[in-house]
Nanobody, 128 residues
Framework: QVQLVESGGGLVEAGGSLKLSCSAR????????MAWFRQAPGNQRELVAA????????????IYADAVKGRSTISGHISENTVILQMDGLKPEDTAVYYCNIGGVRGLFSDSRVFLSWGQGTQVTVAS
């Protein structure tokens, strides 16, 4: 199995910044997608930002939700199986539990399997 370990998050004042980090641990052989989602109380889980690696590991497709566009930056570090979400200009409405999501292939040869794993979630609270 591939487990995701998140770090970062916490309490910050409006206008502040936070950096979330997520690393995949296990027998990962290829990563195809890296993403961050968030879920606020009473709301559905929503996509914050994502990276999609097709054939070009150096230039993935990048997607941002309109709500965070211009204030957040997602970066993937494939060699370390790590994805970072840098959030600046935080607003109270950014308060939520943030989950990382990484997909790819694990194992080798006949033991290779597609995986899609979720992190345990990390709380981000923005005080007004």
């Amino acid at each position: 199995q591939v487990q995701l370990v998140e770090s970062g998050g916490g309490l910050v004042e409006a206008g502040g910044s936070l950096k979330l980090s997520c690393s995949a641990r296990g027998d990962v052989t290829q990563i195809t997608t890296m993403a961050w989602f968030r879920q606020a109380p009473g709301n559905q889980r929503e996509l914050v930002a994502a990276l999609r690696y097709a054939d070009n590991k150096d230039n993935p497709e990048t997607i941002y939700a309109d709500a965070v566009k211009g204030r957040s930056t997602i970066s993937g570090h494939i060699s370390e199986n790590t994805v970072i979400l840098q959030m600046d200009g935080l607003k109270p409405e950014d308060t939520a539990v943030y989950y990382c999501n990484i997909g790819g292939v694990r194992g080798l040869f006949s033991d290779s399997r597609v995986f899609l794993s979720w992190g345990q979630g990390t709380q981000v609270t923005v005080a007004s």
